[in-house]
């Protein structure tokens, strides 16, 4: 689940973090064990804040919230957010005169986009390889929201959760754990089938794994979608990956007798 994952990178922050703003899914906030709802018309507000990552302008912020409302309105409607914080005592935002987290305060998006950052980088730390994304919601930030800032915000972390999971199960593959490399290629083909990296990412799994015929059945499945939704075909290098199989294979697989060998020596 995406609780479970964010958890876990929230557990790698150092000692005495402050409170989590979830995006996530549904918005909520979370303080060591505690957890507090957010109120409905708060919600975008608190968003909005943790998506600029600057101190705002309140009155720009509540122009952009609030629309199509008067100024006086999107003003009025803007204090109103605040004080229902307040009175839900999630009490992020810090400043009187600009929009601003206190000091402290986690977001849930920059920890998973930090964490697929270091696995692009090739340089993952902590529990970048052990808290293995999965559930789809991952990949939907804020379901059901259709502003423009929203809409941006959602492609980037996308694209950016899909490039780290490639390149957690390539690392993964290298450090011997192809069972785990092959769920996370698993779960980013599946958040996008179309894909053709995460694909080969799933495919160059099942063959680390010894799984040719695994690999062939996924290519397969591929090259029928693809037809079928773009009317293409894969890359002709997917299916060379599977040719040279053979000949790449670890010495101890490669070496070893086969039946009817063994059986005509006996």
Known sequence: MTADFVDALVADQPAGAGPVLRSLGDVRVSHGTRWYDVPEGSKRLLVYVALHRRRLDRGHAAATLWPDAPDS???????????????AHVGLI?????????????????????????????????????????????FDLLPGWYDDWVLTERE????????????MSR?????????????????????EPLRESAQRVLLE?????????????????YRRLLAREL??????RLAELLDAYPRARPA???????????????
């Open 171 to 191: 690392q993964l593959v290298t450090a011997g754990r192809c069972a785990e490399a092959v769920e996370v290629a698993l779960t980013a083909a599946g958040a």
């Open 94 to 138: 810090g400043d009187r005169h600009h929009l601003a987290f206190r000091p402290g305060v986690l977001v849930d998006i920059d920890l998973v986009t930090a964490w697929a950052g270091r696995l692009i980088a090739g340089r993952p730390a902590g529990a970048d390889l052990t808290a293995l994304p999965t559930g789809g919601i991952l």
């Open 231 to 236: 009317d293409m075909e894969p890359d002709p």
């Open 252 to 266: 101890a697989i490669a070496d070893r007798p086969r039946a009817s060998s063994i059986n005509a020596m006996s």
């Open 73 to 87: 309105r999107a003003a009025g409607n803007l204090r109103l957010a605040l004080w229902r914080l307040n009175q």
């Open 205 to 221: 799994a099942h063959l680390a794994e010894g799984n040719w015929v695994e690999g062939r059945r996924g290519l397969d499945t």
């Open 156 to 167: 980037r972390v996308r694209q950016r959760v899909l490039h780290g999971m490639e390149a």
